[in-house]
């Protein structure tokens, strides 16, 4: 347990932070599944929506440092590959 009040300030904020954080990751990770369901029911105005809605949230979180950079450029890139394999599949 911390000793000094600047060390118990420090892990109360760490837990406020540790919370935000975890409400952030958890709504990309249901962004991330239901775009995964538009694409795989092959909505494509749907999946084109929640792809966009997915890559904003994605650089939203990296720029707050929730999530690291790169991360988040490997999960949009996996959104725009997803839609452009629908795309070339189902011309709408």
Same mark, same amino acid.
């Given at each position: 347990?911390?000793?000094?009040?600047?060390?118990?300030?420090?892990?109360?904020?760490?837990?406020?932070?540790?919370?935000?954080?975890?409400?952030?990751?958890?709504?990309?990770?249901?962004?991330?599944?239901?775009?995964?369901?538009?694409?795989?029911?092959?909505?494509?105005?749907?999946?084109?929506?929640?792809?966009?809605?997915?890559?904003?949230?994605? /650089?939203?979180?990296?720029?707050?440092?929730?999530?690291?950079?790169?991360?988040? /450029?490997?999960?949009?890139?996996?959104?725009?590959?997803?839609?452009?394999?629908?795309?070339?599949?189902?011309?709408?």
């Amino acid at each position: 347990m911390p000793i000094t009040k600047s060390a118990i300030k420090r892990m109360r904020s760490n837990e406020r932070k540790r919370l935000q954080n975890a409400t952030i990751t958890s709504l990309l990770k249901t962004l991330f599944k239901s775009f995964q369901k538009a694409v795989k029911e092959q909505d494509v105005t749907e999946a084109k929506e929640k792809g966009r809605l997915v890559a904003r949230e994605y /650089d939203k979180a990296a720029s707050k440092g929730v999530i690291p950079k790169g991360r988040a /450029d490997r999960k949009k890139m996996r959104v725009a590959n997803a839609l452009k394999k629908l795309l070339a599949a189902k011309p709408n």
